[in-house]
Nanobody, 124 residues
Framework: QVQLVESGGGLVQTGGSLRLSCAAS????????MGWFRQVPGKEREFVAG????????GYANSVKGRFTISRDNAKNTVFLQMNSLKPEDTAVYYC?????????????????WGQGTQVTVSA
């Protein structure tokens, strides 16, 4: 059974930084594309960033472009999301997702496995 476990969330002030990690186990493949999504109560889960299987292609939502960086360490089956210059509107539960395909998608329905989420709160 594939498991994705996020960590690194917390409370940070506006302008601060956090680094999220997603550890994959139980059958995930190094050929899987990975993505980060976020969700606030009452809204749909939204795409934040994606990375293809080899790590040489990434994509970001316009709202985080230039502030967030996604990366992966396939040797450790871990994906990261470095978040800088955080804003109150970045407050959400952040989810890691794995897609059984080489390339990421910005559609949540394209992903096969999900983590339990980690809360990120940015205070004004």
């Amino acid at each position: 059974q594939v498991q994705l476990v996020e960590s690194g969330g917390g409370l940070v002030q506006t302008g601060g930084s956090l680094r999220l990690s997603c550890a994959a186990s139980g059958g995930t493949s190094r050929n899987d594309a990975m993505g980060w999504f976020r969700q606030v109560p009452g809204k749909e889960r939204e795409f934040v960033a994606g990375i293809n299987w080899s790590g040489d292609r990434t994509g970001y939502a316009n709202s985080v472009k230039g502030r967030f960086t996604i990366s992966r360490d396939n040797a450790k089956n871990t994906v990261f999301l470095q978040m800088n210059s955080l804003k109150p509107e970045d407050t959400a539960v952040y989810y890691c997702a794995a897609r059984r395909a080489l390339y990421y998608s910005d559609y949540a329905s394209a992903y096969n496995y999900w983590g339990q989420g980690t809360q990120v709160t940015v205070s004004a």
